[in-house]
C-alpha cells in the first residue's frame, strides 16, 4: 500500500483526537465559554441551585447535637455504673428499708409503752387517793424508769411526795436531786425540782448554800422569780 499524503492526515491535526464534525460547529454552551446569553442563563441557573446544596451547620445546630451527645454520655454512664454495683445498690436498698421499717416499729413501740405507762401512773395516782399505798412505792420506783420524760419526772415527784409523806427526807431529797440532774427534761421540771430540794433541806444547809442553790431561779423574768 501506497504511505499517507499531507492530505489524508490533514483532517486529524486539527487539535483534536477525533476529526471535526458539524456538531463543534454549533452554539457556544457553557463549558466552552464564558461570554453570552447562554452563558449567563447557565450561571443563574447553578446559583439558584445553591440553595439546594449542603450547607455547613449553625451554631445552633452544633449546640444541640452536642447536648445530644452529652445527654447520652451521662445516660450511658449511669447505666453502666448501676449494671456494674446493682449487688451492692440491692443490699443498700434492703438495709435501707431495713432501718426505716425498724426505726417506724421501735416509735410505734414507745408510744405504745408510754400510753400503757400513762395507764399505770394513773392506777397508782388512784390508789393513793383511796390510801392503799402498799405497792405504789415499787410501781413508782418502775415508772420512774420510764422512757418517756413526761412519765419519768412525774413518778420521781410523786415518789419524792410520798417519801415526804413518809418522812424519808433524805429520800425525797435523792429523788428531787435527780430530777434537776437530768438534762434530757425540761427546765421547768428542773426548775421546780430543785425548790422542792431546797425546801426539803432547808433546815439542814446553810443560808449560804440556800442562796448559791436558789441564785439561777432568782433572775427578773425567770419563771420562779
Same mark, same amino acid.
Request: glycine share 4%.
Given at each position: 500500500?501506497?504511505?499517507?499524503?499531507?492530505?489524508?492526515?490533514?483532517?486529524?491535526?486539527?487539535?483534536?483526537?477525533?476529526?471535526?464534525?458539524?456538531a463543534?460547529?454549533?452554539?457556544a454552551?457553557?463549558?466552552?465559554?464564558?461570554?453570552?446569553?447562554?452563558?449567563?442563563?447557565?450561571?443563574?441557573?447553578?446559583?439558584?441551585?445553591?440553595?439546594?446544596?449542603?450547607?455547613?451547620?449553625?451554631?445552633?445546630?452544633?449546640e444541640?447535637?452536642?447536648?445530644?451527645?452529652d445527654?447520652?454520655?451521662?445516660?450511658?454512664?449511669?447505666?453502666?455504673?448501676?449494671?456494674?454495683?446493682?449487688?451492692?445498690?440491692?443490699?443498700?436498698?434492703?438495709?435501707?428499708?431495713?432501718?426505716?421499717?425498724?426505726?417506724i416499729?421501735?416509735?410505734?413501740?414507745q408510744?405504745?409503752?408510754?400510753?400503757?405507762?400513762?395507764?399505770? !401512773?394513773?392506777? *397508782?395516782?388512784? +390508789?393513793?387517793?383511796?390510801? /392503799?399505798?402498799?405497792? =405504789?412505792? %415499787?410501781? @413508782?420506783?418502775? $415508772? #420512774?424508769?420510764?422512757?418517756?420524760?413526761?412519765?419519768?419526772a412525774?413518778?420521781?415527784?410523786?415518789?419524792?411526795?410520798?417519801?415526804?409523806?413518809?418522812?424519808?427526807?433524805?429520800?425525797?431529797?435523792?429523788?428531787?436531786?435527780?430530777?434537776?440532774?437530768?438534762?434530757?427534761?425540761?427546765?421547768?421540771?428542773?426548775?421546780?425540782?430543785? !425548790?422542792?430540794? *431546797?425546801?426539803? +433541806?432547808?433546815?439542814?444547809i /446553810?443560808?449560804?448554800? =440556800?442562796? %448559791?442553790r @436558789?441564785?439561777p $431561779? #432568782?433572775?427578773?423574768?425567770?419563771?420562779?422569780?
Amino acid at each position: 500500500p501506497s504511505p499517507p499524503t499531507s492530505r489524508s492526515i490533514a483532517p486529524r491535526l486539527n487539535g483534536f483526537a477525533f476529526p471535526a464534525s458539524p456538531a463543534r460547529a454549533g452554539r457556544a454552551s457553557f463549558r466552552s465559554s464564558l461570554g453570552g446569553k447562554e452563558s449567563a442563563a447557565n450561571i443563574r441557573f447553578f446559583a439558584r441551585d445553591e440553595d439546594f446544596l449542603a450547607q455547613p451547620p449553625t451554631s445552633d445546630v452544633n449546640e444541640t447535637f452536642l447536648r445530644e451527645v452529652d445527654e447520652n454520655l451521662r445516660r450511658d454512664r449511669v447505666r453502666d455504673f448501676f449494671v456494674a454495683n446493682k449487688v451492692a445498690l440491692i443490699a443498700a436498698l434492703v438495709l435501707f428499708l431495713a432501718a426505716a421499717g425498724g426505726w417506724i416499729w421501735y416509735q410505734d413501740y414507745q408510744r405504745k409503752q408510754a400510753g400503757d405507762e400513762i395507764e399505770q !401512773l394513773s392506777l *397508782v395516782y388512784k +390508789d393513793i387517793s383511796e390510801n /392503799k399505798l402498799g405497792t =405504789v412505792p %415499787a410501781r @413508782l420506783d418502775t $415508772l #420512774a424508769k420510764s422512757n418517756s420524760d413526761a412519765v419519768r419526772a412525774s413518778a420521781l415527784f410523786t415518789r419524792g411526795a410520798l417519801a415526804i409523806d413518809q418522812r424519808d427526807m433524805p429520800l425525797a431529797s435523792r429523788l428531787y436531786g435527780q430530777i434537776v440532774a437530768d438534762d434530757s427534761l425540761p427546765q421547768p421540771y428542773r426548775d421546780a425540782a430543785l !425548790l422542792r430540794q *431546797v425546801a426539803v +433541806d432547808f433546815d439542814k444547809i /446553810k443560808p449560804d448554800q =440556800v442562796i %448559791a442553790r @436558789l441564785a439561777p $431561779l #432568782a433572775k427578773p423574768g425567770a419563771p420562779f422569780y
